[in-house]
């Protein structure tokens, strides 16, 4: 407190010469032309900051960017030269060879198709449908085992006649499956016809 003290008398005691004395001529102009030079850095470093903040972030998006771009690219050809089961399959040899897969697969789930729905319809008994299955589940195994020659020998073309061939024993037999349940069918209705 003594120092608080002593600045209280100091002031008090000088109070008069302190009251009288104005700044020197151009004080305040001076004052005005140092306050605007130090608002005029501080406006252009704020600037620069903002460009530079833009810059580093514009430049950070072309990095997230690429980087993504990258890594989608390595995905899809690991999608292209595999499976949806992850083995190869004939599209990773070439298009058209992908081309020909696309056909018998497509065909054959058209086929399996037709054959849930006269099964559906009673026209299999439950022995013939068992019989349906294990032969499906046997045509699957064989197909596992051409997928993994294929991984191991994809220019191979005795590979990849014998996937063709797969597909197409696949779907031959399938068809004629299919041909024989609907002639039963319409036998049945016919004979159904005829009695009533």
Not at 27 to 56: C, D, G, M, P
């Amino acid at each position: 407190m003594k120092e608080k003290d002593y600045i209280e008398e100091l002031i008090k005691n000088n109070r008069e010469g302190l009251n009288d004395n104005e700044p020197l001529e151009g004080h305040f102009e001076r004052f005005e032309a140092k306050l605007e030079k130090s608002n005029k850095k501080k406006k252009r470093i704020t600037l620069q900051v903002v460009w530079k903040a833009a810059a580093a972030a514009v430049f950070a998006f072309l990095i997230v960017n690429q980087a993504i771009i990258w890594f989608s690219s390595e995905e899809k050809n690991t999608i292209t030269t595999q499976g949806e089961t992850g083995e190869m399959s004939l599209a990773s040899v070439s298009p058209e060879y992908g081309e020909v897969e696309f056909f018998y697969t497509n065909a054959i789930s058209v086929g399996l198709n037709q054959w849930e729905k006269l099964v559906a319809e009673g026209l299999i008994s439950e022995t013939e449908q068992q019989m349906m299955d294990g032969e499906l589940h046997e045509f699957e195994v064989v197909f596992e085992k051409l997928q993994r020659d294929l991984s191991a020998n994809p220019n191979d073309e005795r590979v990849i006649n014998a996937m063709i061939e797969y597909y197409q024993t696949k779907l031959s037999l399938i068809n004629m499956i299919v041909e024989k349940l609907k002639e039963v069918k319409q036998k049945t209705d016919t004979n159904y016809e005829s009695e009533m």
